[in-house]
């Protein structure tokens, strides 16, 4: 079993719709990072977080850490939003990361 | 601020040739990561370097993979030789120390033939 574990491993919406990411973890913790990857490009990072929650615009990060799992929500959702979303931990002074959710939005 | 550049972009070759992968990272980043990601996969760190020191390499396949980061700064990942198993993406990041946020490179395409 993964030490990073997301899902969906897939998701496509409409234009508009709210969007939801989850990620669960094994492993005593940190931080925890959302990553967004566009096709072909490098990984920018949404989000550091170590509990409660965090806004940036339309995308809104949770985390329970005595549940060990993450939400990452996406409002008003739009077709550049299309990308992989990669949750990822630290641990031990690492980043394990988890499979990613490719997301499309459809216009 | 210029951010972590990887070159090439794209790379094909036979498999048995080698390949070299060159990262410069962000300026003042003293940690460098190599990663390898393969297709529909979360990155896997391959190699952490510390300044000039290889701090990590638990997972660095190291009969065939070496890596070097000369003076602290510059780094090169390279395969010899490679195997179809290799194609995959291979991303180097940095962040000012160890516990810091990463700043991930665009990534080094690589596929072996």
């Known amino acids: 079993k993964n030490e990073v574990e997301q899902s969906p491993q897939n998701l496509t919406a409409q234009e508009g719709e709210f969007i939801t990411i989850n990620c669960s973890y094994s492993?005593?913790?940190?931080?925890l990072h959302w990553l967004q990857q566009h096709p072909g490009g490098g990984i920018v990072s949404l989000f550091m977080?170590?509990?409660g929650k965090k806004k940036h615009g339309r995308l809104i990060a949770t985390i329970n850490i005595q549940e060990k799992h993450s939400s990452l929500h996406i409002t008003a959702s739009h077709p550049r939003d299309s990308a992989v979303y990669i949750c990822a931990v630290r641990s031990d002074q690492k980043l394990v990361f988890g499979q990613g959710t490719r997301l499309t939005i459809n216009p | 601020e210029a951010g972590v550049v990887q070159s090439p972009r794209y790379k094909i070759i036979e498999k048995k040739q080698p390949v070299a992968f060159w990262c410069n990272p962000i300026?003042?980043?003293?940690?460098l990561y190599w990663y390898l990601q393969n297709l529909g996969q979360g990155p896997e760190l391959l190699i952490r370097?510390?300044?000039?020191?290889?701090?990590?390499d638990s997972q660095l396949p190291k009969d065939r993979f070496s890596a070097e980061r000369l003076k602290g700064v510059d780094s090169t990942l390279k395969i010899q030789p490679a195997e179809l198993g290799d194609s995959a993406v291979y991303l180097c990041a940095s962040s000012l120390v160890t516990a810091a946020e990463q700043f991930f490179g665009p990534g080094t395409r690589l596929t072996v033939l």
């Open positions: 977080l170590s509990s």
């Open positions: 370097y510390e300044n000039e020191e290889a701090v990590d």
């Open positions: 300026s003042g980043h003293n940690t």
């Open positions: 492993v005593g913790i940190s931080a």
